[in-house]
C-alpha cells in the first residue's frame, strides 16, 4: 500500500501509511505561504480494504468552516469523479472508503490539471473565431494563455463590447476552470443563436487560466512566489506575480466593459456575484448596472440567485 501525490496538482504529506484502518496524513502549505486546503493524491494497493484516511492538520486550513458536511472526491479514472464519506471532527477529516481498484484517487474537488488546461486552450484556438496570445510567462516558465474570441480589427470593434473572463487566480478553485471549459464550448458553437449574436455586440478576452504556477503545484490559493493574485492588482510587479503584471498590462490596452472574475468559496453553496461595492471611486451608475445584470442573470439560469453572497464592503474599505 502505498500514498504518492507527485503528479500534476498533487497535495498530500504522509505521516504514516502502514495500516489501512489508520493512515495519517497532513496538506502542504503553499509555498511561501500559510494557506493551504487543496489535497489531492493516489492511494496503491488497497484493493477490497477499508480504508481510513485522516488529514491532521484540516482544522488548521484557510477556510475550516468548509469543511463542515464537507465530502472529499474520489476517481479511479481521473475523469467521473464522486463524493465519497467523510467526516470532521477535532480539527481532522477522515476519508472512509473502500477501494474497488490498486489505484484510486482523492482530491478536495474534481481536479482541472494542466495537461487539460492545454487541450482546452488548444482546442478553443483550432476555432477560426477565435486567437490564441501567449502574453508572458509566470515564475515556472509556464504560458500565460489568453484567448481572444470575435474580430478585434479596429473597423469591428466599432460599437462593440469588450468583455473579460479571467479564472482561478485561486488555483485550488478547480470549478473556476471547469465553468471557462462550459462557456467555451457555448460560446463557440456555431449552432447557439445567442453565442452568435452576443459575438456580433462584444469580443471576449478569456485567461481560462490566472495561475498555473499554483494549479500545477497543487497550491489553494498562491502562486510559486506565494502571491495571493487576487489581493495584486493595484501595483503587480512582474518579479513577484507575472500573471497579474501581464493581464493587467492587456486590459488597460482593451479598455473593459465587463469582466468576470471567476472564484470558487469553500462555504456558500450557492452562485453569486460580488460586485465592487468596496473600491474607492465607486460610480452608482456603474452599480447599478451590476445589479442590472444580475437580475438578468437570475431570469435566464435558475442556479442564480442575489440572497447570498458576500457582505458588500463600503467604498474605499
Ligand atoms: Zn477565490
Redesign the pocket.
Known amino acids: 500500500m502505498k500514498i504518492s501525490s507527485n503528479f500534476d496538482a498533487g497535495n498530500i504529506q504522509v505521516i504514516e501509511a502502514e495500516n489501512p484502518g489508520n493512515i495519517r496524513l497532513r496538506i502542504r502549505h503553499d509555498h511561501n505561504s500559510d494557506f493551504y486546503q487543496w489535497f489531492y493524491f493516489r492511494l496503491t494497493g488497497a484493493k477490497g480494504q477499508l480504508c481510513a484516511m485522516t488529514i491532521e492538520n484540516a482544522g488548521g486550513a484557510a477556510y475550516p468552516e468548509g469543511w463542515e458536511d464537507y465530502q472529499a472526491c474520489v476517481s479511479y479514472d481521473r475523469e467521473e469523479w464522486e463524493r465519497v464519506s467523510t467526516h470532521y471532527h477535532d480539527g481532522r477529516i477522515t476519508i472512509q472508503h473502500i477501494p474497488e481498484s490498486d489505484s484510486v484517487y482523492y482530491a478536495y474537488f474534481a481536479p482541472y490539471s494542466m495537461e487539460r488546461h492545454h487541450s482546452l486552450v488548444s482546442q478553443a484556438a483550432e476555432d477560426e473565431k477565435v486567437r490564441l496570445h501567449v502574453i508572458g510567462e509566470t515564475l515556472d516558465g509556464q504560458d500565460m494563455d489568453l484567448l481572444t474570441i470575435g474580430d478585434i480589427a479596429k473597423d469591428k470593434m466599432v460599437g462593440r463590447k469588450v468583455i473579460w473572463i479571467i479564472a482561478r487566480?485561486?488555483p485550488g478553485?478547480t470549478m473556476?476552470e471547469w465553468f471557462v471549459e462550459g462557456l467555451l464550448d457555448r460560446l463557440l458553437d456555431d449552432e447557439d443563436a445567442l453565442s452568435r449574436s452576443l459575438l456580433e455586440k462584444a469580443v471576449f478576452y478569456v485567461v481560462p487560466n490566472m495561475n498555473p504556477d499554483g494549479s500545477r503545484r497543487g497550491h489553494l490559493?498562491t502562486n510559486a512566489a506565494g502571491a495571493n493574485l487576487?489581493r495584486e492588482w493595484e501595483n503587480p510587479s512582474v518579479e513577484n506575480c507575472p500573471e497579474i503584471f501581464y493581464v493587467r498590462g492587456k486590459m488597460d490596452e482593451t479598455g473593459i466593459d465587463l469582466v468576470l472574475d471567476v472564484?470558487?468559496?469553500e462555504a456558500l453553496p450557492c452562485n453569486f456575484i460580488a460586485c465592487f461595492e468596496g473600491i474607492p471611486d465607486l460610480d452608482s451608475a456603474k452599480l447599478d448596472l451590476a445589479y442590472d445584470y444580475q437580475r438578468h442573470m437570475m431570469q435566464a439560469n435558475p442556479d442564480f440567485q442575489m440572497e447570498r453572497g458576500y457582505p458588500k464592503d463600503a467604498p474605499g474599505t
Do not use: F, L, Y
Request: hydrophobic share 10%; net charge negative; proline share 0%.
Open positions: 487566480q485561486h478553485e473556476a490559493r487576487n472564484h470558487g468559496d
